[in-house]
């Protein structure tokens, strides 16, 4: 799987993102820091992996059990406030829509939280490794 990151202009902080084969994305900065807000800045997408990833974690188990799970709704809300000293809080609201006992409902949730982007971001040491490359402008 390749990212590649390109920035729109030279003067703003806009970025266009490629992922594979897929179609575009956008990511921008907040106007606090200079960005004009005009796609999610980096934070939301950290954030929407995670959403997005227990959602689709709990569709497959569902899946996987024949139980009648007709829809997901996941509401991630970010408390970034103490972030500058290494806390940064992630709420999760989840909504199994469909025929579910209190059981199978309990069981998703569960299982939600075993999704991989949540053992990413609790369990798991990320090393990165950056590489600076020679511009190709001459």
């Known amino acids: 799987m390749s990212i590649t990151v390109s920035s729109v202009d030279a003067q703003g902080l806009r970025q266009r993102v490629v992922v594979d084969s897929f179609e575009e994305l956008f990511a921008d900065a907040p106007q606090v820091v200079g960005g004009d807000e005009t796609a999610p800045d980096p934070h939301d997408y950290f954030d929407l992996a995670l959403g997005t990833c227990k959602a689709i974690t709990a569709r497959m188990y569902a899946r996987r059990k024949g139980w009648p799970l007709e829809a997901v709704e996941v509401q991630v809300t970010r408390n970034d406030s103490e972030e500058r000293h ?40 990320v090393a990165i490794r950056t590489t600076l490359e020679e511009a190709a402008d001459a």
């Open 86 to 125: 290494g806390r940064y809080y992630l709420d999760v609201a989840l909504s199994f829509k469909g025929p579910l006992d209190a059981d199978q409902r309990r069981r998703l949730a569960e299982i939600s939280d075993r999704c991989p982007i949540h053992r990413l971001m609790t369990d798991a040491t």
